[in-house]
């Protein structure tokens, strides 16, 4: 909340006492402003927004008054769109910004701006890394990009033989509920060995030396390099674009015949390359992504895609709101400062516990009203 009153609880002027004791100002409206500031408008944002308004839609029917702006940029790789965004969203006078950099380096001033103007700002899909130094930052919702491309590189694994839960490799009992995160991985593989591996993986990556392509293939080499007999056959770029992604795995499947697997680092790239496969009648080669959006798993449920890092769009938007409302409603301390998704796979037999219906936690939106400061 910016320093100016019960947020824009529309209580203009100087209110007597006798006027503060009545009960109806209990029922007066409270309406909270939060801006959201997207990269592009693609589909692993738009499901981010989607549960943005999910969450805004729960806390109305507490009587809490939750107004959601988006402002995205077409493009992600023009990072001066999200600038202008974010300024825009100053402008308007926002309660809270919460912005998924595709830079954080070309926003930072921005945000920083937007602070000063006593805005909160909360980052998502981004890791607790970038706290350090960074105190004008309210919390963090997201995961290192490291441990999404980690979990990936496993699943990768697991398709060309290893032990998991595809096969033809060691079929894993996976008590219900259990996450398939890195931890997860790392303890099925402790023991592995890995030279009993062989295949051949191309690589689509998004905007090439960016933060979060980095730091993914990062993830995904130190895990699949450890296995002399898999080569890496080619890393194309297609900047999380999906007709980029089309192009790509076009080039890929033309100049590999042989290759056994496609791993792309987002799923709208991903996506793209399952579509080609199928049309070219590839589809011995198997396509494994990271996100997670309904479109997504679907093709997962019917054996287009074979596994995917959830990278949580759905707790983005529900857990944002909430952390959101609290910072306007001046509970500041009851807002983790990281709010970690913890990638994990996702593949056919647990694809129903992240859609339809994605388990979240239900918001204490009655708490949350009683306590406002």
């Known amino acids: ?36 500031a997207p990269p592009n408008i693609t589909g692993v944002f738009a ?23 988006t402002i995205a940029s077409p493009d992600e790789t023009q990072y001066e769109n999200q600038v202008k965004a974010i300024e825009n ?16 380096e070309a926003v930072q001033a ?21 706290l350090e130094g960074n105190d004008w930052i309210s919390s963090v919702i997201g995961f290192d990009n490291v441990d999404g491309g980690i979990v990936s590189g496993y699943a990768m694994l697991d398709q060309l033989g290893g032990p998991g839960v595809i096969p033809p490799g060691d079929e894993v009992e996976v008590e219900p509920g259990t996450y398939l995160d890195a931890a997860w ?3 099925v593989y402790k023991d592995f060995d890995y030279s009993t591996l062989s295949g051949k993986v191309a690589i689509i990556e998004g905007i090439a030396g960016s933060y979060y392509s980095n730091a993914r293939l990062e993830g995904f080499h130190s895990v699949v390099d450890k296995a002399e007999g898999i080569e890496v056959v080619a890393t194309l770029a297609a900047d999380w674009d999906r007709e980029k992604g089309t192009k790509a795995a076009e080039n890929i499947l033309q100049a ?21 496969a199928g049309n070219l009648g590839k589809t011995d080669v198997l396509i494994s992504t990271n996100d997670g959006t309904p479109e997504s798993i679907g093709m997962i449920k019917n054996g287009q ?11 983005w938007g529900w857990y944002g709101v909430q952390f959101a409302a609290q910072l306007a409603l001046g509970q500041a301390e009851d807002v983790p400062q990281f ?35």
């Open 305 to 315: 895609l074979v596994t995917e890092t959830w990278h949580g769009f759905p707790e």
């Open 89 to 104: 969203l100053i402008q308007s006078d926002m309660d809270v910004i919460i912005c998924s950099p595709g830079s954080l």
């Open 256 to 276: 590999h015949e042989d290759v056994n697997a496609i791993w792309a680092a987002s799923n709208e790239m991903g996506i793209g390359a399952a579509i080609v």
């Open 1 to 36: 909340m910016k320093k100016k009153g019960l947020v824009s609880m529309v209580l203009a002027g100087v209110m007597s006492v006798a006027a503060l004791a009545m009960p109806a100002l209990a029922e007066e409206e409270i309406t909270i402003k939060v801006g959201w």
């Open 185 to 187: 991985w790392e303890d």
């Open 110 to 130: 921005s945000l920083e701006s937007a602070v000063a103007a006593g805005i909160p700002v909360i980052l998502v899909n981004v890791g607790e890394d970038v």
């Open 47 to 69: 499901t981010a927004e989607n549960n943005l308004k999910k969450a805004a839609e729960d806390a109305k029917a507490h009587g809490l008054n939750i107004e959601i702006t």
């Open 339 to 373: 709010f970690d998704i913890r990638p994990r796979t996702v593949y056919a037999a647990n694809a129903d516990l992240y859609y339809p219906d994605t388990t979240l936690e239900p918001i204490p939106w009655d708490d949350i009203i009683a306590n406002a400061k």
